[in-house]
T-cell receptor, first 113, second 114 residues
Framework: AQSVAQPEDQVNVAEGNPLTVKCTYS??????LFWYVQYPNRGLQFLLK??????LVKGSYGFEAEFNKSQTSFHLKKPSALVSDSALYFC???????????FGPGTRLSVLP | KAGVTQTPRYLIKTRGQQVTLSCSPI?????VSWYQQTPGQGLQFLFE???????NKGNFPGRFSGRQFSNSRSEMNVSTLELGDSALYLC?????????????FGQGTRLTVV
């Protein structure tokens, strides 16, 4: 069975500083990994995904994520945080056979001015 | 290009009633999935439809059902509502039904059961 862990409920970072939101996963077979962001009273917005190939994936709004197979991690990063990045972030995984996402519990990011 | 549209945005229902939620996917998308989001349980998969066929179902009671029409629009129905069904229900659409595809989510329908 697939599972996703996001070990931090809350991450606080000062504007202009780099941010990292952590994600680890468990899946049999090849992992297909995704990051989504949710703003208040909104649906989820796709940020980026890892399918295969380069371990560093670049996505929307300056976000990137690093896939590490040995550590089964897929951490989300941004070099310089903006106040507008404050939101709820979800990591999700599918396996080779999965039709549905398995989501992590979410991490609330607060970027302080 | 229009995004995923969910209607209604907000609903208040009484215990024991039933409710139908609607989702119009992005034009051309054939896969539609439904998720329930609650503060306690997070995001949980309900079911997925592809070309009018239910391909996968999450661990929810039979009170939760869905369908997909030939134009890819989807509905989900919850019968005999319980207080615990209060949640944000999210619909997501994808162009194809393969694992590497990203999904695009609607803004959700917030259901409150009183």
């Amino acid at each position: 069975a697939q599972s996703v862990a996001q070990p931090e409920d809350q991450v606080n970072v000062a504007e202009g500083n780099p941010l990292t939101v952590k994600c680890t996963y468990s899946v049999s077979g090849n992992p297909y990994l995704f990051w989504y962001v949710q703003y208040p009273n909104r649906g989820l917005q796709f940020l980026l995904k890892y399918i295969t190939g380069d371990n560093l994936v670049k996505g929307s709004y300056g976000f990137e994520a690093e896939f590490n197979k040995s550590q089964t991690s897929f951490h989300l990063k941004k070099p310089s945080a903006l106040v507008s990045d404050s939101a709820l972030y979800f990591c999700a995984v599918r396996d080779d056979y999965g039709q549905n996402f398995v989501f992590g519990p979410g991490t609330r990011l607060s970027v302080l001015p | 290009k229009a995004g995923v549209t969910q209607t209604p945005r907000y609903l208040i229902k009484t215990r024991g009633q039933q409710v139908t939620l609607s989702c119009s996917p992005i034009s051309g998308h054939r896969s539609v999935s439904w998720y329930q989001q609650t503060p306690g349980q997070g995001l949980q998969f309900l079911f997925e439809y592809f070309s009018e066929t239910q391909r996968n179902k999450g661990n929810f009671p039979g009170r939760f059902s869905g369908r997909q029409f030939s134009n890819s629009r989807s509905e989900m129905n919850v019968s005999t509502l319980e207080l615990g069904d209060s949640a944000l229900y999210l619909c997501a659409s994808s162009l194809v039904g393969t694992p590497e595809r990203e999904a695009f989510f609607g803004q959700g329908t917030r259901l409150t059961v009183v």
